[in-house]
C-alpha cells in the first residue's frame, strides 16, 4: 500500500496545468460505446478510474489506441460483448455509463452494480427509472442490472427525473440517442460535464438540445460516425489547486481552465480574503493574508459543487473566526474526512447536514486515512499547509480522479513523496 508524505509549511508558487474533466471522461468514453467507428478523444485525464474504463471497454472488444499522451482512439466497431467484465466494472462509480451505452447501441446490457467511492448511499434509482421509461425491461438484483427491450420495444420518452442527478442526466442522454422518437429529460442536471457529454455525442451526429438548462432533448438518430472531441477541464482538479494555494499561501497561475465553471468556488476563496485575477482560460491566485471565515452550502451547478466540500472544510479550518458548511448533495459525505482533519489539530462539530468549523491557526501534521477520493485531496491541502510530517494512507483513492498530483505540487515547491510501503 503506498502512502503520501508530506512536509508541510512550504508557499505554492508558479504555475499548474489542469488535466481534462474526470467526471466528462468518465461518460463520454463509455459514450463512444455508441459510434461503430473510430472517435479520437482528446485532453483524457491519466487517472486511474480512466484506466479501468479502457480495460473494461477493451475487454468487451473495442480497440483502443493511446497515440499520445491524454489522447485515446476507441473504435467500438468489433464490439462483441454486452456484460462487461464483473471485478472491473465493480471498481469504478461512473460504470453505471454502460447500462446506457450498452442500452442505445445494442437494445440490452447486463452490468453489474457500481463500485466506487462510497462516502453515502448511492442508489442509481434514477437510472433505472429512466430506462423503464425508454422502453426496457429491468432485471435488478443485489449484484447487477440487466437491461432488454420490452414488449413495444424501446423509444423516447418523457423522463421527469425526482432529484437533478448527474448520472441519470448523462446515462439517459447516452441511452436515448439512438433511439426513435424524441426524449425529454426534466429536472436535468447541469453541470459543466453534462454540457460537454452533449457537446461530444452531437460531434458524432447526436442531436441532443438544451444541455446545460433544466430540461434536455434527445431528437433520436439512426447512427453516429466516428470523430474528434477535446474532453473540457476539470472544475474540480482546478478548484482543489485553487483551494490549496488559499490554505497554504503564495501565488499560482492555473492555467487549461475555463474561469466561468470556477466562479462558484473563485468567489468564496475571495470572500475568504484570496485575491484572484481570471484570464481567457487561466486563473491566478494569491493568498498571503490569514483567511476570514465564510458559510458555504453545497449544491448542484452552478452552486458550489458538493466535490469541493472537504477541500472548502481545509481553508475554513485555518480561517480566523467560525465558518458554516452545509451539505445539501450526500448528508454523509462529512464522515470521510473530518475526524481525520481533526487528528491534525482542526475543530469541526456536524450536526445533521451542518459543520461548524472554528478556525485554528495551525494544523499539525499525522497520520490519516483518505476515505474517498475528495477526502485524499482534502488530507493533501492539510498536510501541505501543516506544521510537520503527515502521512496519507490509501491514496488510491486520491489516484482515481488527480492526474500526476505529486509531479504538479512538487513544481509548485511542496515537500511530498509516493512512498511505496
Ligand atoms: N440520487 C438518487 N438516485 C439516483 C441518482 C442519484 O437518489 O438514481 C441522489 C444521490 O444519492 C445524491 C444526489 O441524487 O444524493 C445526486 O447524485 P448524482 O446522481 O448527481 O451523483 P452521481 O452521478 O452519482 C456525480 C459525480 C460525483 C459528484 C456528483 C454530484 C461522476 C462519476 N460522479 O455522481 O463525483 O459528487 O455527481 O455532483 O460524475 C467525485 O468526482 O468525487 C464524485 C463523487
Known amino acids: 500500500m503506498a502512502r503520501y508524505e508530506i512536509h508541510g509549511g512550504n508557499l505554492l508558487n508558479g504555475s499548474v496545468t489542469i488535466s481534462g474533466a474526470k467526471n466528462a471522461a468518465v461518460a463520454i468514453l463509455p459514450a463512444a460505446l455508441l459510434v461503430p467507428g473510430k472517435c479520437r478523444i482528446e485532453n483524457v485525464p491519466d487517472i486511474s478510474d480512466v484506466r479501468i474504463l479502457l480495460d473494461i471497454i477493451r475487454g468487451m472488444g473495442a480497440k483502443i489506441e493511446q497515440p499520445e499522451p491524454n489522447v485515446v482512439e476507441i473504435d467500438s466497431s468489433s464490439i462483441h460483448c454486452t456484460r462487461p467484465d464483473d471485478t472491473l466494472v465493480k471498481k469504478m462509480r461512473a460504470s453505471y455509463y454502460l447500462m446506457g451505452a450498452l442500452l442505445g447501441r445494442f437494445g440490452h446490457a447486463h452490468v453489474a452494480l457500481p463500485g466506487g467511492c462510497n462516502f453515502a448511499s448511492r442508489p442509481i434509482d434514477q437510472h433505472i427509472k429512466g430506462f423503464i421509461c425508454l422502453g426496457a425491461d429491468v432485471d435488478e438484483t443485489d449484484d447487477y442490472v440487466a437491461l432488454t427491450p420490452g414488449e413495444d420495444g ?108 470556477l466562479e462558484c468556488i473563485t468567489t468564496k476563496l475571495q470572500e475568504m480574503g484570496c485575491r484572484v485575477i481570471n484570464y481567457d482560460d487561466a486563473v491566478r491566485i494569491q493568498k498571503t493574508n490569514r483567511l476570514r471565515r465564510t458559510t458555504v452550502k453545497t449544491r448542484p451547478y452552478p452552486g458550489f459543487p458538493t466535490d469541493m466540500q472537504a477541500q472548502i472544510c481545509v481553508c475554513m479550518s485555518l480561517a480566523s473566526g467560525v465558518s458554516r458548511l452545509t451539505e445539501s448533495v450526500y448528508e454523509t459525505r462529512f464522515f470521510g474526512y473530518c475526524s481525520e482533519l481533526e487528528r491534525m489539530g482542526a475543530n469541526i462539530r456536524i450536526e445533521g447536514k451542518t459543520a461548524t468549523v472554528v478556525g485554528v491557526e495551525q494544523l499539525y501534521g499525522a497520520e490519516v486515512t483518505a476515505n474517498d477520493l475528495r477526502a485524499g485531496a482534502a488530507l493533501v491541502i492539510a498536510g501541505l499547509s501543516a506544521q510537520g510530517t503527515t502521512l496519507i494512507k490509501n491514496i488510491h483513492y486520491v489516484e482515481r480522479g488527480y492526474e500526476s498530483i505529486i509531479e504538479k505540487l512538487t513544481a509548485l515547491g511542496a515537500d511530498i513523496k509516493r512512498i511505496e510501503d
Request: no cysteine; charged share 15%; glycine share 12%.
Open 154 to 261: 424501446l423509444h423516447g420518452a418523457r423522463i421527469s427525473l425526482d432529484m437533478a442527478s448527474v448520472g441519470a442526466t448523462a446515462n439517459l442522454m447516452i441511452a436515448a440517442v439512438l433511439m426513435p422518437g424524441q426524449t425529454v429529460i426534466e429536472n436535468a442536471a447541469k453541470e459543466p460535464h453534462i454540457v460537454d457529454l452533449a457537446n461530444f455525442l452531437n460531434t458524432m451526429g447526436a442531436r441532443v438540445y438544451g444541455a446545460g438548462t433544466d430540461t434536455v432533448k434527445v431528437r433520436g438518430v439512426s447512427a453516429l460516425k466516428g470523430g474528434t472531441y477535446a474532453i473540457i477541464p476539470d472544475q474540480i482538479e482546478a478548484g482543489t489547486y485553487l483551494a490549496a494555494v488559499a490554505a497554504v499561501g503564495g501565488n499560482v497561475l492555473v492555467q487549461n481552465v475555463i474561469p466561468k465553471h
